[in-house]
C-alpha cells in the first residue's frame, strides 16, 4: 500500500529556497482569495487626471495606470483571476489525464493504443499554436480558457500514471484484488492509484505553473482574459504599451508572473523529491 510519509525526507527536499517559494505560493493564494477585500480600491474605477502615479504615491501604493486605475488593486484581482483559470485547467487535465493513463497502463493492449495514442495527438501540437487557433475559432473567457487549457495538459498527467500504473499493475496487493474479484473500478481507484498518487500530487503544481504562464501570454496577445478584467498577462502587455512614459505597470506585472511560475515549479520539485523518492534516484 502507500508508502507512510517521511518526515525526514521532507526537511531533506524542502531546502530552504523551496521553503521560500512555498511560503511565495501561500502569500499568493491567500492575496487572490482576499483580493475583494483587501484591494485599496475598485480594480475598474477609473480617474483618468491621475493616471501614471509612481511608486509610493498617497492612496496608490503602487501607482496607477494609463487610465488612473490602482495597480495594487488590478494586482492582487489578477491574482485570482490567472489562479482561478489555472486551477480550473490543472483540474480537467488532471482528471481526465489520470484516467486515460489508468486505463491504459491497466488494460494494456487496444485500450493502451486509444488512450496514448490521443495523448500523442494532443503533443503533435505545439501548446501555444493549439490554444491560439481554439480561442480564435471560439472566442476568449475564462471558460474558454479553462477548456482549452485542460485539454493541452492533459499528456502531463496521462503519460506519467500510465508509467506508474505499468509498474504497479501486476503488484502482489493489484493481484489479490483480483483474486477476491474486486471490480475493475475498485482496483483503479482503491488499489493503484494511491499508489501512483505522489507523482501525481508533485506534478499539481507544475501544471499550475505552466497554466499560469500560458494564460499570462495568452492574455498578453489579447486572446485571454478580456478587457477590462484584470489579468497580469493584459497588464504586461499594457505596460509594454507605455514603458517609455511609465515602466512600473510592466516591472511590477512581470516580476508578479516570474515569481509565481517560478515559486509552483519549485513547489512541484520538492514535492516529487519528497512524495516519489524514485524520482531523486534517477537524477
Known amino acids: 500500500m502507500m508508502q507512510r510519509l517521511d518526515t525526514r525526507r521532507l526537511t531533506r527536499s524542502f531546502t530552504p529556497l523551496r521553503w521560500a517559494a512555498f511560503a511565495f505560493v501561500v502569500l499568493v493564494i491567500l492575496a487572490a482569495t482576499l483580493a475583494p477585500w483587501i484591494s485599496p480600491h475598485d480594480p475598474l474605477a477609473q480617474d483618468i487626471p491621475r493616471r501614471f502615479l509612481p511608486i509610493g504615491s498617497p492612496d496608490h501604493l503602487l501607482g496607477t495606470d494609463e487610465f488612473g486605475r490602482d495597480l495594487l488593486s488590478r494586482l492582487l484581482h489578477g491574482a485570482r483571476v490567472e489562479l482561478v483559470v489555472a486551477l480550473g485547467a490543472s483540474l480537467v487535465a488532471a482528471v481526465l489525464g489520470i484516467t486515460l493513463g489508468l486505463l491504459g497502463g491497466y488494460f494494456g493492449r487496444w485500450v493502451e493504443l486509444l488512450t496514448m495514442r490521443t495523448v500523442e495527438v494532443i503533443l503533435a501540437f505545439p501548446p501555444i499554436v493549439l490554444a491560439l487557433l481554439i480561442v480564435t475559432i471560439y472566442g476568449s473567457g475564462q471558460s474558454t480558457l ?90 504586461v502587455a499594457a505596460g509594454q504599451r507605455f514603458m517609455p512614459v511609465d515602466p512600473t505597470m510592466l516591472i511590477i506585472s512581470s516580476i508578479a508572473v516570474t515569481l509565481t511560475v517560478l515559486s509552483f515549479g519549485l513547489l512541484g520539485d520538492a514535492l516529487r523529491d519528497w512524495l516519489d523518492p524514485k524520482s531523486r534516484r534517477r537524477r
Open 146 to 235: 479553462i477548456v482549452i487549457m485542460g485539454l493541452l495538459f492533459i499528456p502531463a498527467f496521462a503519460r506519467l500514471t500510465f508509467g506508474q500504473t505499468l509498474g504497479v499493475r501486476s503488484a502482489e496487493y493489484v493481484e489479490a484484488a483480483r483474486a477476491f474479484a474486486a471490480p475493475t473500478g475498485v482496483i483503479l481507484a482503491r488499489a493503484i492509484l494511491p499508489n501512483v498518487s505522489g507523482a501525481l500530487i508533485a506534478q499539481f503544481p507544475i501544471t499550475l505553473a505552466n497554466a499560469i504562464l500560458l494564460g499570462s501570454g495568452l492574455s498578453y496577445l489579447g486572446l485571454g482574459i478580456t478587457p477590462p478584467t484584470p489579468s497580469w498577462g493584459g497588464m
